[in-house]
């Protein structure tokens, strides 16, 4: 158990409209991920987190913004849903220098934009 | 740019046989890390492995093994006498140690009674 929590764990939600969803961890680990998995596109890296305030894009970044302005807490806006965002999101968390670049997931949080 | 290819979009077997899933890495990077995850009907994504590209030693835990090829830029997953629990969608990935994984596309691996 790599002590990573993800909320909701579902949520549907209209387009247009503003969603947050927030990644816990309590293992203290300084990288956080967030991807999104979709049928036939496996995992794709949306965003991730290098330290406090220091992130960065990831593969499929449009449309999306994070915030990490805590070690534990790293979060995924969705600024005006769209119908394409519909999706199962998750997030993972490493720690470079112990076992590097090894990372362990959340339980995910399925995401429906109607 | 880093790939990963697993081309076996879906397998089906029948219980208690072998069955061995591809994947086919493209890297420049002499240093890169290789994993494997398996994703159960449940949802959630399980680390199973990683191996580095220094080390080319075929790994067994129990009835899983890895088949690590630099040769053929191939890290290949073995099941060994299958059971209905094997059944889940398999991501392999790489890393070129940047911080980031780029995931294949999975294989779902049907275990049948």
């Known amino acids: 158990d790599a002590g990573i929590t993800q909320s909701p764990r579902h949520k549907v939600t209209e387009t247009g409209t503003p969603v947050t969803l927030r990644c816990h961890q309590t293992?203290?680990?300084?990288?956080m991920y967030w991807y999104r998995q979709d049928p036939g596109h496996g995992l794709r890296l949306i965003h991730y987190s290098y330290g406090v305030k220091d992130t960065d894009k990831g593969e499929v970044s449009d449309g999306y913004s994070v915030s990490r302005s805590k070690t534990e807490d790293f979060l995924l806006t969705l600024e005006s849903a769209t119908s394409s965002q519909t999706s199962v999101y998750f997030c993972?968390?490493?720690?470079?220098?112990?076992?590097?670049?090894?990372?362990?997931f959340g339980p995910g949080t399925r995401l429906t934009v109607l | 740019a880093q790939k990963v290819t697993q081309a076996q979009t879906e397998i089906s077997v029948v219980e208690k046989e072998d069955v061995t899933l591809d994947c086919v890495y493209e890297?420049?990077?002499?240093?890169?890390?290789l994993f494997w995850y398996k994703q159960p009907p449940s949802g959630e994504l399980v680390f199973l492995i990683r191996r580095n590209s220094f080390d080319e030693q075929n790994e067994i835990s129990g009835r899983y093994s890895w088949n690590f090829q630099k040769s053929t830029s191939s890290f290949n997953f073995t099941i060994t006498a299958s059971q209905v629990v094997d059944s889940a969608v398999y991501f392999c990935a790489l890393s070129e140690g940047d911080d980031k994984i780029i995931f294949g596309k999975g294989t779902r691996l049907h275990i049948l009674p």
């Open positions: 993972a968390i490493s720690e470079w220098g112990q076992d590097p670049d090894t990372q362990y």
């Open positions: 293992e203290n680990h300084r990288y």
């Open positions: 890297t420049r990077d002499t240093t890169y890390y």
